[in-house]
């Protein structure tokens, strides 16, 4: 037995890799990257800024359901499209544009109903984004219309594969029927899954819906790493997302065995979010959830997106400390032995150890 620990100046690794196994795998330069969040939900402003912020770390982000808007995606090299039920704008020469895409099979807060736009929020640029008329509410069926059968999506990803030369295709699905929902994904031929888990939030589900579904976030992760070994779909890459806000939430992530990590929250309060809960009003005071002109200029995006890399790269750089920490030369080696809990509930739905005593636990050996 040695003692692990790197030096601060041995050099760690945090590149992600999203469909190893793709012809056109897409890279980042950390494990984290925005989540799905549409136009219309926020802002043009904080898309924007969500985009260029990333871009500044070198990371991606997700379109959301709400369709492409151009700004966004010229501002972000690493773009991941989202196609949900209504297919809001979706044209297939969009997909030229962006270097990774995934079907939403669900979503942690609302699985099983669709998401509402209200007809308030459905104006200008966002209308002519999801191709449907100004002041209509813009509402998701709880499923696809034409894709239903494992047979369906595998047929449509290759048919994104084909034209796009082969970028990764992906399956987001909520932390419900974990392993069963996997299997689906994986029968589809997916390159990545997106998992969300209870921790998710929405503006945009019943109360009903949001607060009483899924399950919680690191349960589902542990779950879903140990189904996908038990598959031996060692090139499936696994993000989750739901309520992982801090460094330390993403290093416990990647250590229950996530790939990456889809921020949202965190990456809203980095560009200004001030938590005011009062996103489906229409009346956000910074800006990040509102369409009204005189709201949406409080939000400067070359202030907003400097902040959200800020907070992507110090974070990026606190994971490379634990990983020193560790032993580690990247932050994909870590590993759920890094990890202990003194909850006992927390050991039984994780499978981490349980860091209190145990008269059965025997002595360990140096050698």
């Avoid at 048919?159 to 392993?179: D, L, N």
């Avoid at 801090?246 to 001030?274: E, M, R």
């Avoid at 939000?299 to 994971?319: G, H, P, Q, Y």
């Avoid at 809990?341 to 005593?357: A, M, P, R, V």
Wanted: hydrophobic share 35%; with cysteine.
């Amino acid at each position: 037995y040695q003692r692990r620990e790197h030096g601060e100046d041995n050099p760690v690794s945090t590149e992600l890799g999203n469909g190893p196994a793709a012809k056109r795998p897409l890279r980042m330069k950390i494990p984290l990257f925005v989540s799905d969040m549409s136009f219309g939900s926020l802002s043009e402003e904080a898309k924007v800024s969500l985009a260029m912020g990333a871009e500044l770390a070198g990371t991606g982000i997700c379109s959301g359901e709400g369709g492409m808007l151009p700004e966004e995606n010229a501002a972000n090299s690493r773009y991941l499209y989202e196609l949900a039920s209504a297919q809001f704008g979706y044209e297939e020469q969009l997909l030229q544009k962006v270097s990774a895409f995934h079907f939403k099979g669900g979503q942690g807060a609302k699985t099983g109903t669709g998401g509402h736009l209200p007809g308030n929020k459905n104006t200008g640029k966002i209308s002519e984004v999801r191709k449907i008329p100004a002041g209509q509410p813009a509402i998701s069926p709880p499923t696809f219309k034409d894709l239903h059968t494992v047979e369906d999506f595998k047929k449509f990803g290759d048919h994104v594969r084909e034209i796009t030369g082969g970028i990764p295709i992906g399956y987001k699905i909520s932390a419900q029927h974990v392993e069963r929902d996997i299997d689906f994904a994986v029968e589809a031929g997916c390159d990545y899954i997106i998992l969300d888990g209870r921790g998710g939030g929405t503006g945009a589900a019943p109360l009903l819906f949001r607060d009483n579904i899924s399950v919680p976030t690191i349960p589902a992760l542990a779950r879903a790493r140990h189904y996908l070994d038990q598959k031996k779909a060692t090139n499936v890459t696994l993000i989750i997302t739901g309520g992982l806000r801090t460094p330390a939430d993403f290093v416990k992530a990647l250590c229950l065995g996530a790939d990456g990590v889809a921020i949202s929250n965190s990456a809203l309060q980095a560009i200004g979010c001030v938590g005011a809960r009062m996103c489906n009003t229409n009346m956000c005071p910074s800006g990040v959830a509102t369409q009204l002109p005189e709201l949406r200029k409080k939000l400067k995006t070359d202030v907003a997106s400097k902040r959200l890399e800020n907070f992507l790269t110090s974070s990026a750089e606190l994971m490379k400390i634990m990983a020193r920490a560790c032993g580690y030369t990247s932050t994909s080696q870590f590993q759920k032995s890094d990890l202990t809990t003194w909850k006992e509930e927390i050991s039984k739905l994780t499978g981490i150890e349980y860091g209190g005593f145990d008269p059965k636990r025997g002595p360990w050996s140096l050698s």
